[in-house]
């Protein structure tokens, strides 16, 4: 089973920008859709964006469309969320996640991200 490992998380004002990183190890990475989530303090954890296995397709919530743009790079193992424009609200820590893990409510440590006013 695929392994994941979040990064690059910190604190940035409001407007700045981050990228996210999801580092995974696995022979199974490149046939799994991946997930990007987050859980805000005393907020249940939501679904941010998902890439389909070969990258080929994407879907946000509303509240990141247009600021948020996530990639994989199957050769590195890796998924990324670039997040531009960052709001207050934005403030969570973010996973990510596949499918079955999620269906197994296994989850990684996350990277936390707070955006200052």
């Known amino acids: 089973q695929v392994q994941l490992v979040e990064s690059g998380g910190g604190l940035v004002q409001a407007g700045g920008s981050l990228r996210l990183s999801c580092a995974a190890s696995?022979?199974?990475?490149?046939?799994?859709?991946i997930g990007w989530y987050r859980q805000a303090p005393g907020k249940q954890r939501e679904l941010v964006a998902v890439?389909?296995?070969?990258?080929?397709?994407?879907n946000y919530v509303d509240s990141v469309k247009g600021r948020f743009t996530i990639s994989r790079d199957n050769a590195k193992s890796t998924v990324y969320l670039q997040m531009n424009s960052l709001k207050p609200e934005d403030t969570a820590v973010y996973y990510c996640?596949?499918?079955?893990?999620?269906?197994?409510?296994?989850w990684g440590q996350g990277t936390l991200v707070t955006v200052s006013s």
């Open positions: 996640n596949t499918p079955i893990r999620v269906a197994e409510d296994f």
């Open positions: 890439i389909s296995s070969s990258g080929g397709s994407t």
């Open positions: 696995g022979s199974t990475f490149s046939i799994n859709d």
